[in-house]
């Protein structure tokens, strides 16, 4: 059973930093999308990072390009959000979630997500 669950969300101000972890068990690691997406209050959920855990290719969403780093430790099934400069519309409940499928560019297309954890920037 595939089992994926996100920790470090929280309440910062604008300017100020969360780094997000995953952690991901029940599939095999490899060849994989994992990504994070973002459900803010009154918009669709977004994809705003994913990654391709067999060679790390990345993808940011124009939002948060410059601002937020994935990454990830394959030994430890473990994918990671680095959230910069955060800014009151990065508000939000984040999602890791996991596609097996050959494409990942919307949120539709992953397979497996976790509960989410909620992320607060204030101004």
């Known amino acids: 059973q595939v089992h994926l669950e996100e920790s470090g969300g929280g309440s910062v101000q604008a300017g100020g930093s969360l780094r997000l972890s995953c952690t991901g068990s029940?599939?095999?690691?490899?060849?994989?999308?994992m990504g994070w997406i973002r459900q803010a209050p009154g918009k669709e959920r977004e994809v705003v990072a994913q990654?391709?855990?067999?060679?790390?290719?990345?993808y940011y969403a124009d939002s948060v390009k410059g601002r937020f780093t994935i990454s990830q430790d394959i030994a430890e099934n473990m994918v990671y959000l680095q959230m910069n400069n955060l800014k009151p519309e990065d508000t939000g409940m984040y999602y890791c979630?996991?596609?097996?499928?050959?494409?990942?560019?919307?949120?539709?297309?992953?397979?497996?997500w976790g509960q989410g954890t909620q992320v607060t920037v204030s101004s």
């Open positions: 029940g599939y095999t690691y490899r060849s994989n999308f």
């Open positions: 990654i391709f855990t067999s060679n790390s290719r990345t």
């Open positions: 979630a996991v596609s097996l499928g050959p494409a990942a560019a919307f949120s539709d297309e992953y397979n497996y």
